[in-house]
Nanobody
Framework: VQLQASGGGLVQAGGSLRLSCATS????????MAWYRQSPGKQRELAAF???????DYADSVKGRFTISRDNAKKTVFLQMNSLKPEDTAVYYC??????????WGQGTLVTVSS
């Protein structure tokens, strides 16, 4: 199983980035896909998730600014991040979870938002 995250970078506050996570080795549509993030000195936190059927939910801190989506044909999940704030600076990880079991993790991609 492989999850390959990409799309991170340096952006000014108010800007946008789109993260991608390409997967292989899983029956993608059966998995709930999620984006987590971890800021320096803080615990990893859930930012957003989307089920195989397309139901999505978000942490309050990103609601209205971030949009998670998935392309089941390409086995890829996306995170569109708009109106970025310095506090969004973190390493972003994608995760694949099947029926509440232990998730598979991607390697993380760094997002840095400058003020």
């Amino acid at each position: 199983v492989q999850l390959q995250a990409s799309g991170g970078g340096l952006v000014q506050a108010g800007g946008s980035l789109r993260l991608s996570c390409a997967t292989s080795g899983i029956v993608f549509i059966g998995y709930t896909m999620a984006w987590y993030r971890q800021s320096p000195g803080k615990q990893r936190e859930l930012a957003a998730f989307i089920t195989g059927g397309g139901t999505a939910d978000y942490a309050d801190s990103v609601k209205g600014r971030f949009t998670i989506s998935r392309d089941n044909a390409k086995k890829t999940v996306f995170l569109q991040m708009n109106s970025l704030k310095p506090e969004d600076t973190a390493v972003y990880y994608c995760a694949a979870n099947f029926r509440g079991g232990a998730p598979y993790w991607g390697q993380g991609t760094l997002v840095t938002v400058s003020s």
